[in-house]
């Protein structure tokens, strides 16, 4: 009479043991390699880049493991202060006074394309201009010699490293309210490629057939442009570390301002950290944060 | 042994349960301490009725979330309420038993899907059609109570269909016996007799679009601005919490976290009218049938 009734609770007992032993595995799988790994976190614009260069790094040094995550660059910087992250991603013309107890290392330069849909016949904007579009004053593309129809402004929202950089270069602006705000780089970019008449921008290694970039005070959004300073939306991207990177951390950066790290970036499409800080051991600035990059100006 | 089993198990529930009231508890706690320093520092006016939500120069007017939170929740409930309520009146009065154990594990699988999907299609089929068909920059308050409406379809159908499934079948009987057709005896003997039912449903509904955040953000556009119709963009309450959660600090932070008192506050709100509704429709059936 009992077994019949016994039998059942000893399976469901069985549930839970079976789940707390899994649980036990994870945790135990989770905790092996914790001295090798790296946490980055912050911009959008650079993570693929990141998350492509952690694979390599992961490749050459199995007992590492690399992560990253996406937030935005003010995430980055508030990620590398306290903790959650070991190196913060920023791509900000003026790193924010708060960042100045990191320690910034310039690993790549990055161009903000001014974006089109294909169908847009506009083939150049001045900055000015392009400032008083993202201000809300000029709302139709006929004052920009296009077809008559509303502007639509695609902005990033305000934590975005894209979106303050483009501010700082155009000059401190207030955002149109009637800015759509999108949350990533490729969300921009399914705006614009998805609307006929929206005006975007984003990181030039984004940019694919299903947009166009336009000019920008005559210059083309090229890597020579950037490289030669004629194009002038350009911003740093910074790996950020509480005090100078030791250990693994500075390995990894070490890995991505040494040559195979930099060809890696090149080749997606980023501009190369400006020559003083390509070899690993001028790559660790001292100094908090620099300004605007010399060379990208 | 099963005696001793047979006393534990009520107070493990008990436990069980208070640890839920508990993290309601906690989370209300938490939220409002955040919160209401803030509001109390900025003061309610330029909280709740100022539309300048600038946080970086330390304007936090958030009237026109609000607004376009009540706006996508209530288009959101004109298309997926009807929808929904007509589409179990059918299941559950009309359709032959056949074609109900197929429909609704269907309908059941709809409320399964991400909102991640719904978003995505939101925003690569709808905000493009609503933009060639009826202008303005596609990803608005319409496409949002669109997307919103057929997401909460399989919840307001659901317990719409239970409803009607729970009105005794003498009530039908009886309306037929009196000389009702099929349609008159459902239109005024069965829908007044689950109509709490049904508002329940519609009341779960609202409770998910207007708390939904994924799908809205991606089809809504985002705009801070006060919307002055539904092609125009805008911004919900949630959306503005989970799009700047992830690194705002400071008083930043602190009025994301006065934004979700307020969300909490709308939503009882809202839940409070539909319950006072709900009990001042009972008591009038009850005088009447009196």
Not at chain 1, 8 to 25: D, G, I, K, Q, W
Not at chain 1, 234 to 253: C, D, E, M, Q, S
Not at chain 2, 97 to 124: D, H, N
Not at chain 2, 171 to 182: D, F, M, N, P, Q
Request: aromatic share 6%; proline share 6%.
């Amino acid at each position: 009479m009992t077994f019949p009734s016994l039998r059942p609770s000893l399976e469901t007992r069985r549930v839970p043991a079976f789940a707390v032993s899994l649980l036990c595995c994870l945790l135990a799988l989770g905790c092996r390699g914790r001295e090798g790994s790296v946490t980055l976190a912050g911009s959008t614009a650079f993570q693929p880049f990141a998350e492509k260069l952690a694979e390599e790094y992961d490749d050459a040094h199995p007992e590492v493991n690399v992560t990253v995550q996406g937030g935005g660059s003010a995430l980055g910087i508030s990620a590398a202060l306290n903790g959650a992250a070991q190196i913060g991603m920023a791509d900000l013309v003026e790193l924010p006074p708060d960042a100045s107890a990191l320690v910034a290392t310039v690993v790549a330069r990055d161009g903000i394309a001014v974006v089109v849909n294909p169908k847009n016949r506009i083939a150049e904007i001045s900055m000015p201009k392009l400032r008083a579009v993202y201000m809300g004053k000029i709302r139709n593309w006929k004052e920009l010699g296009g077809g008559d129809a509303p502007i639509t402004v695609v902005s990033r929202e305000s934590g975005s490293g894209t979106r303050s950089s483009f501010e700082s270069i155009l000059g401190r602006f207030d955002l149109t309210s009637d800015a759509i705000i999108q949350d990533s780089n490729g969300t921009i970019r399914e705006t614009v490629a998805n609307d006929g008449n929206a005006i975007g921008y984003l990181s030039y290694g984004l940019v694919n057939e299903k947009i166009r970039s336009v000019e920008v005070d005559g210059v083309p959004c090229s890597s020579e442009n950037i490289l030669a300073g004629s194009y002038r939306l350009v911003r740093p991207i910074y790996l950020l570390t509480l005090g100078a990177p030791r250990g693994t951390p500075k390995g990894f950066i070490d890995y991505v301002l040494g040559p195979a790290g930099q060809a890696s970036i090149v080749a997606d499409g980023l501009l190369p950290a400006p020559r003083g800080a390509a070899s690993p051991a001028g790559g660790v600035s001292d100094a908090p944060a620099p300004g605007p990059e010399g060379g990208a100006r | 042994m099963n005696l001793g089993s047979d006393r534990l198990a009520p107070r493990l529930l008990l436990a069980v349960a208070c640890t839920t009231m508990l993290c309601l508890l906690v989370i209300a706690l938490f939220i409002f301490k955040e919160g209401l320093p803030f509001m109390v520092k900025v003061g309610l006016g330029d909280f709740l009725l100022s539309s300048d939500w600038r946080p970086d120069s330390g304007h936090f007017g958030i009237l026109p979330m609000i607004v376009s939170s009540l706006w996508v929740t209530f288009g959101a409930l004109l298309i997926g309420a009807p929808l929904g309520i007509a589409g179990a009146v059918f299941l559950a009065e009309f359709a032959p038993q056949g074609l109900m154990r197929v429909v609704k594990p269907a309908i059941e699988l709809l409320s399964g899907i991400p909102s991640v999907v719904y978003g995505f299609i939101g925003v690569m089929v709808l905000a493009p059609f609503i933009r060639s068909a009826a202008g303005g920059p596609g990803l608005s308050i319409l496409a949002a109570a669109i997307v919103l409406g057929v997401m909460i379809l399989p919840t307001v159908m659901a317990i719409a269909i239970d409803a009607l499934r729970s009105v005794p079948q003498s009530y039908r009987e009886g309306a037929l016996a009196l000389g009702a057709t099929k349609w008159q005896s459902v239109r005024m003997v069965v829908l007044v007799a689950a109509r709490s039912g049904l508002l329940a449903g519609v009341i779960l509904g609202m409770g998910r679009a207007i708390g939904e955040t994924m799908a809205v953000i991606m089809v809504a556009g985002n705009a801070v601005k006060m919307p002055l119709s539904a092609l125009d963009s805008a911004r919900t309450l949630t959306a503005n919490i989970a799009l700047e959660m992830g690194y705002a600090t400071g008083m930043h932070r602190q009025a994301l976290f006065a934004t979700g008192i307020v969300l909490f506050l709308v939503i009882m709100i809202l839940n409070g009218l539909a319950g006072a509704a709900l009990k001042r429709g009972s008591l009038k059936r009850r005088a009447r049938g009196r």
